[in-house]
């Protein structure tokens, strides 16, 4: 079965602690993408990656870090320098885009809760 | 850069009526607009995506038209059923960026009832 797979489903943090969210996928797909999403606003882009080993800032990368160390993962660590970081954090992948049309594919999602 | 903005916020319907879900886009650059379509607690998944070069693009019961000049696109779904009931994304996505990046509107709660 092909897919976007994150993990885990919930978390919760305290204050001041780091935490990694994992996004493994099986598609062979060259770029990777991690967005948020705050209730009822649109999704935001935070990191990107369209490569093994090279990854993007996005329009909310403060707070965030990524690595790209293989094409079928793509983690993202939220450290305590994110101010709010309570939120839904969603994973997708692509096919390489360029300049090309290529459909994103979502994983199910993380909800991460800092208490 | 892009900003996409999206109507209603909430929209209600009785089931077998139609849904319009509305979207404006700033840069006239952008070339590919995705709807998505996310259930609760899960991943947005794509329901159908139209480039600039068409103006209408249909799927069964689901269409999105696309006007260059005036820099809107909307969702059009027919003969609506509960299962339609979700959250609908649009996003505009320009290449100038050197790569895809999709903007997303603020989302329209569906509630279709029986």
């Known amino acids: 079965d092909g897919g976007i797979t994150q993990s885990p489903k919930y978390l919760f943090r305290k204050e001041g602690q780091n935490v990694t969210l994992s996004c493994e996928q099986n598609l062979n797909h060259d770029a990777m993408y991690w967005y948020r999403q705050d209730p009822g606003q649109g999704l935001r882009l935070i990191y990107y990656s369209q490569i093994v080993n090279d990854f993007q800032k996005g329009d909310i990368a403060e707070g965030y870090s990524v690595s790209r160390e293989k094409k079928e993962s793509f983690p993202l660590t939220v450290t305590s320098a994110q101010k709010n970081p309570t939120a839904f954090y969603l994973c997708?992948?692509?096919?390489?885009?360029?300049?090309?049309?290529?459909?994103?594919?979502f994983g199910p999602g993380t909800r991460l809760t800092v208490l | 850069g892009e900003n996409v903005e999206q109507h209603p916020s909430t929209l209600s319907v009785q089931e077998g009526d139609s849904a319009v879900i509305k979207c404006t886009y700033s840069d006239s650059a952008s070339n590919y607009f995705p709807w998505y379509k996310q259930e609760l607690g899960k991943g947005p998944q794509l329901i159908i995506d139209?480039?600039?070069?068409?103006g209408e693009k249909k799927d069964q019961r689901i269409a999105v038209t696309l006007n260059k000049t005036a820099k809107h696109f909307s969702l059009h779904i027919t003969e609506t059923q509960p299962e339609d009931s979700a959250v609908y994304f649009c996003a505009a996505s320009s290449p100038n960026t050197g790569f895809q990046k999709l903007v997303f509107g603020t989302g329209t709660r569906l509630l279709v009832s029986p």
């Open positions: 139209i480039r600039s070069n068409v």
């Open positions: 997708a992948s692509s096919t390489q885009s360029g300049t090309s049309y290529n459909e994103q594919f």
